[in-house]
């Protein structure tokens, strides 16, 4: 169940979303919203009520001194809303 999620996606996008109790996480590529849900409710104690899956294709990119293509891998993106009120520590900004 660990290997479920793989890290939070921390963007000004994501961070806006998590105001309004939607939070993006990258997941395994192989990961059901199922497993998503009981892998968040785990991890953060939480309660999920809805979850949006997305695949982002890998893209191809030139690298070293000879400029060789490589190609970056396929990602998946998980973005679960919460019951209103909760929150996932990761997320809050704080002011300074």
Same mark, same amino acid.
């Given at each position: 169940?660990?290997?479920?999620?793989?890290?939070?996606?921390? %963007?000004?996008?994501?961070?806006?979303? @998590?105001? *309004?109790?939607? !939070?993006?996480?990258? $997941?395994?590529?192989? /990961? %059901?919203?199922?497993?998503?849900?009981? @892998?968040? *409710?785990?991890? !953060?104690?939480?309660? $999920?009520?809805?979850? /949006? %899956?997305?695949?982002?294709?890998?893209?191809?990119?030139?690298?070293?001194?000879?400029?060789?293509?490589?190609?970056? /891998?396929?990602?998946?993106?998980?973005?679960?809303?919460?019951?209103?009120?909760?929150?996932?520590?990761?997320?809050?900004?704080?002011?300074?």
């Amino acid at each position: 169940m660990e290997n479920i999620i793989i890290r939070p996606i921390i %963007t000004e996008h994501a961070l806006g979303d @998590a105001q *309004k109790g939607v !939070f993006t996480f990258e $997941v395994a590529k192989t /990961a %059901t919203k199922g497993n998503i849900q009981s @892998a968040i *409710k785990k991890l !953060f104690n939480v309660h $999920v009520v809805a979850i /949006a %899956t997305s695949i982002q294709k890998g893209k191809t990119k030139r690298v070293g001194k000879l400029r060789k293509q490589k190609d970056t /891998a396929d990602t998946k993106k998980a973005r679960v809303t919460l019951k209103k009120g909760e929150t996932i520590e990761y997320f809050e900004v704080r002011k300074s």
